[in-house]
């Protein structure tokens, strides 16, 4: 399976590797406030590292918990889900919203840039080859879809 965590000693490396100096902390920032806003109860947290998929797709996922998690869309629908599935859907809306910010203040090789990651983890999330992976994660595909639309 192509799903790897970093590990600890590694951390450190994981955000610059994936969004350059200092996208990262524009990226970090925005997941830590979106997940405050979207997610019910959230108020911080530990967050894991991962790298999904051949491309290596970068998702940052907070620490797992057995109890349900609650995402209300910007609609006010609710969501019963886990940790993957409302990880992934902030994770994807954070990175489509700073595409859309970087075009708007002319930053395009930043802007293209974000595009790709975001279309790397979208691809893995939704693409025929990595179901298997998908369904082994736990995500539900169908709540982030609904999520983000």
Not at 94 to 111: G, M, P, R, S
Not at 116 to 127: I, K, P, T
Request: net charge negative.
């Amino acid at each position: 399976m192509n799903i790897t965590k970093v590990e600890l000693g590694n951390r450190i490396k994981f955000l610059p590797k994936h969004f350059p100096a200092p996208l990262y902390l524009n990226v970090e920032q925005a997941i830590y406030t979106y997940a405050s806003h979207f997610i019910d109860g959230y108020c911080g947290g530990y967050w894991e590292f991962y790298e999904l998929g051949k491309r290596k797709a970068p998702l940052m996922l907070f620490k797992k918990i057995d109890e349900p998690i609650i995402l209300i869309s910007d609609f006010g629908t609710v969501y019963k889900t886990n940790t993957q599935t409302a990880s992934i859907a902030i994770n994807l809306m954070v990175i489509n919203h700073l595409v859309f910010e970087f075009y708007a203040t002319n930053k395009k090789n930043i802007a293209e840039h974000l595009q790709r990651v975001y279309e790397n983890l979208d691809n893995w999330v939704f693409g025929a080859e990595t179901a298997e992976e998908v369904e082994a994660f736990n995500i539900d595909r169908r709540v982030i879809s609904r999520f983000l639309d």
